[in-house]
Structure formats: structure tokens, C-alpha cells
């Protein structure tokens, strides 16, 4: 039994260990590029004008901070559209006091009145935003995320390059209000998250797309279909960068790293939200998310080491155990730090670790089930990503 469980912690360091390899290989690439960006760019030049489409719903924490950053952008053209489900809705009020204060950007609040029939709110919204937009490059961005000046700029880039159809930005997760549990799902969206799509992008080619800032061509839009397409899907940023592939057009994934707000503090509403994001990659990409298990370090560095321990070989199972660790920390610098900019040294160091080991019981937890719970609604996922009311 115990040298099963020795075989199997062993075997799981080492694909483990390889897609370490291959993560550090896709971040050199990606840094590489950056240098050569930054050296061959102009500053300035490129500023097509730009529609900001942000979907509101409630009046989240700091919201009224974060929506103030994309009014003081160091941009020429551009123009906010803000959309709820309810004209009363309190995210929309909030945004109507913070444009208070900057007369000079034209801004657009606007209400679906929940008459479309979309199982996904969001999709109505940036249906109605992308109809009233007045410009042909609309950039949509959650409401939980924090820019600075520069961000429309970065966005607006890839652009300059007519093959492009969409691009999107990295993101470092940001616990704004502290806590431990906010930090470690923060720490994952900075590090596992980003590694997973650095491989992807190295691998295939960027064939989707990241839902806290995307941005499109309105012409790409129209010719998938238009916002509609997202219209019963939970991971609505998956769908609209893999229809911009299927299309022919390149998605670009931007040098520029934006901060995403982590606002469950709580032990519980952290978990769920992380087992719906996980049970929200299985259907939307069944394949490669079973084969995650392999790329988690911590559960079987501690197999291993157990495994050692039970065959009186304690220094190998701890040589096996900082082997995993060593593994974690080699991502946390390389993606966490160099590639997203955290600057919260002990969350790379510490807490990695420890979201790591946490990740393949999320993992585990996506195939409980098809139900999530989201915005209060319950809802079934179906194969493909789609969703439909639970019954």
C-alpha cells in the first residue's frame, strides 16, 4: 500500500516538475518579448478612440476607487458606457457619483430592465452597451479589477496590427481588505492561473480570452454573432477569445498586468468561488482541465513523503517534500513576481505553497456536481460551458 502511495507521489513530482519546466520556458519567451516590445514601441503614437464597456451588479466593495482609475486614464479618446440589469441598481448609482467628478469623460449608464433572455446578465449588457457604443474597439472590463493611468494605452496596442481581433491582460490577484483566505486565492489567480495560460498561449496559441479586461474590434463581434453568443455561458471570456480563433484573428495577450480585486474574505464564499471558477474550466475545456491534476506539486510531495517516512527513509521523504516546495517557489518568482508584478513576497513564498495544495482539492471538487451558485442564482453547467437554471 505504502510504496503505491510512495510510486504515485513520486510520479506526480515529476509531471509535476515538467510543467514547472515548461512554465518557466513559456515566461522566458513571454519576458523576452516584453524587452523587444518596450525597445521597438514609440511612446504615444497609436490611440484609436475606444468604448469602455463595465457591467455593474451591486454596489461591490471599493467599487467607487476602482471605477475612479478608468476615468483618470492618460488616453485622448475614450468613452465609458456603464450597464445593470435594474436602472437602480446600486453599482450604477456609484458609478453616476464618480463621473460626477469628471465632467470632461463622456460617459453612457444604461439598464436592461432583465427583459432579454439570457441566462447570463452580463452577456444582455454588453449586448445593449456594444449597440449604443460609439466607437469600433470596445474594451470590456469587470468591476472588480484596479488600473492605472497607462492601461488604456496598453490595451489599445495590439491594435495597431490589423490581423488582431481581441486582446487581453494578465492579472495579479489583490486582497485588498487582507485575510488569509482572500491572500491565498489571490496568490493563485497571481501564479496558477497565469502559468496555466503562459503554456497555453506557448502551446496553441492564445485561442481564448481573460473576462477582467478583453477587448475587440467591434467588426469581430458582429461577425460571431454579436454579444448573443455568450448569451448561456458561465465563462462568457472563454467564449468570446475562442470565437475570435475560430474566426481567423489573432488574440493577443498584453505585457500589461492589471490588478484583480479578491472580495471574498470569508473561508466559505472564497472556496465557493473558487470551485465554480474550476468547475467553469471543466466544461468549458473538459481535456486539458483533467489533465491540471498533474500539474499540482504540493499532494503528491506530501504522498512521497509519507510514503518515505513509512519505509524508514525520513530524509528522503523530506528531500522529496522540498522538492515539491522548491518547485512552487521556482513559479511564484518566475510568474508571480517577474511576469504580474505581485509585490506580495509573502503570499509567493509562503502562502504558494499552501494554494497549491488546496488547488487539487478544488480540482477534485469540479467533478462534484454540475450546479453553481452565481449572483445569487443556481445554476447547471452542460457540456461545452454552456448553463441553464437549476431545476
Not at 481588505?177 to 486565492?185: D, F, K, V
Not at 470551485?275 to 498533474?294: C, D, E, N, V, Y
Request: overall charge positive.
Amino acid at each position: 500500500m505504502f510504496l503505491i502511495v510512495l510510486g504515485l507521489g513520486v510520479f506526480g513530482l515529476i509531471t509535476s516538475t515538467v510543467f514547472t519546466g515548461m512554465v518557466l520556458v513559456a515566461a522566458a519567451d513571454y519576458l523576452r518579448e516584453r524587452r523587444l516590445l518596450s525597445a521597438m514601441l514609440p511612446q504615444g503614437g497609436f490611440a484609436p478612440s475606444l468604448s469602455l464597456l463595465k457591467p455593474l451588479h451591486g454596489a461591490e466593495p471599493d467599487l467607487e476607487a476602482h471605477l475612479a482609475g478608468f476615468f483618470e486614464q492618460d488616453y485622448p479618446e475614450f468613452e465609458i458606457l456603464f450597464c445593470a440589469r435594474s436602472a437602480d441598481d446600486a453599482g450604477l448609482a456609484v458609478a453616476r457619483r464618480v463621473a460626477a467628478r469628471y465632467p470632461h469623460v463622456p460617459v453612457k449608464f444604461l439598464s436592461t430592465g432583465g427583459q432579454l433572455p439570457y441566462i447570463n446578465n452580463k452577456a444582455a449588457s454588453m449586448e445593449l452597451m456594444g449597440t449604443v457604443a460609439s466607437h469600433d474597439i470596445l474594451v470590456i472590463s469587470d468591476s472588480d479589477v484596479r488600473v492605472t493611468p497607462d492601461y488604456l494605452r496598453a490595451v489599445a496596442m495590439p491594435f495597431v496590427q490589423e490581423r488582431v481581433g481581441g486582446m487581453c491582460c494578465p492579472y495579479r490577484g489583490v486582497a485588498g481588505r487582507g485575510g488569509l483566505w482572500s491572500r491565498l486565492e489571490a496568490v493563485g489567480m497571481s501564479v496558477e492561473m497565469t502559468s496555466g495560460v503562459l503554456v497555453a498561449r506557448m502551446m496553441e496559441g492564445m485561442q481564448f480570452a481573460l473576462g477582467p479586461t478583453m477587448a475587440f474590434r467591434r467588426e469581430t463581434i458582429r461577425m460571431m454573432g454579436g454579444f448573443k453568443v455568450t448569451a448561456d455561458y458561465c465563462a462568457d471570456d472563454f467564449v468570446l477569445g475562442h470565437e475570435t480563433y475560430k474566426l481567423g484573428e489573432t488574440v493577443v495577450l498584453s505585457h500589461h498586468a492589471i490588478d484583480h480585486m479578491v472580495l471574498n474574505s470569508r473561508f466559505l464564499d472564497s472556496i465557493k468561488h473558487q470551485i465554480r471558477w474550476m468547475k467553469s474550466t471543466r466544461t468549458s475545456r473538459p481535456k486539458g482541465h483533467f489533465g491540471t491534476a498533474l500539474t499540482f506539486s504540493m499532494p503528491f510531495a506530501l504522498l512521497a513523503w509519507a510514503g518515505a517516512a513509512w519505509f524508514h527513509h525520513p530524509w528522503i521523504g523530506l528531500a522529496l517534500l522540498a522538492w515539491g516546495v522548491a518547485t512552487r517557489l521556482a513559479l511564484s518568482i518566475v510568474v508571480g513576481r517577474m511576469v504580474v508584478h505581485d509585490p506580495n513576497w509573502f503570499s509567493l513564498i509562503v502562502l504558494y505553497p499552501i494554494r497549491d495544495l488546496m488547488g487539487f482539492f478544488f480540482w477534485l471538487a469540479s467533478y462534484a456536481g454540475n450546479t453553481i451558485l452565481w449572483r445569487g442564482q443556481l445554476y447547471e453547467l452542460l457540456p461545452g460551458g454552456r448553463m441553464r437554471a437549476a431545476k
